[in-house]
């Protein structure tokens, strides 16, 4: 693979909105192309027979399955809990 250019990095510092200086440029010139060529390195890796890693902590599906309650409170059962209750509902302090 090609080392990155200048213009290269001078792209993705704009993309990145970065300012980069002229010393930075060589710098991240440099990191940038050895990063890129370990990323080459591991597309070199033969993973024909290797099943995808999706998850690595053991768990399947961890949600509960959706249940139907019945419940069995009439609405005039519970209002008779309430301190204050108008027109067949829940009298509250008004809320601004």
């Known amino acids: 693979m090609s080392k990155l250019t200048r213009d290269d990095v001078l792209k993705l510092a704009r993309l990145s909105r970065l300012r980069v200086s002229e010393d930075e440029i060589e710098k ?6 050895e990063i890129l060529e370990y990323v080459q ?18 768990l399947t599906n961890v949600d509960r399955a959706d249940e139907i309650k019945a419940y069995s409170a009439k609405p005039a059962d519970l209002l008779k809990n309430a301190p204050a209750v108008k027109d067949g509902q829940f009298k509250v302090k008004r809320v601004l």
């Open 28 to 33: 991240f010139r440099s990191e940038l192309s």
């Open 41 to 58: 390195q591991l597309d070199a890796v033969d993973t024909a027979g290797l099943e995808p890693t999706y998850q690595v902590t053991g």
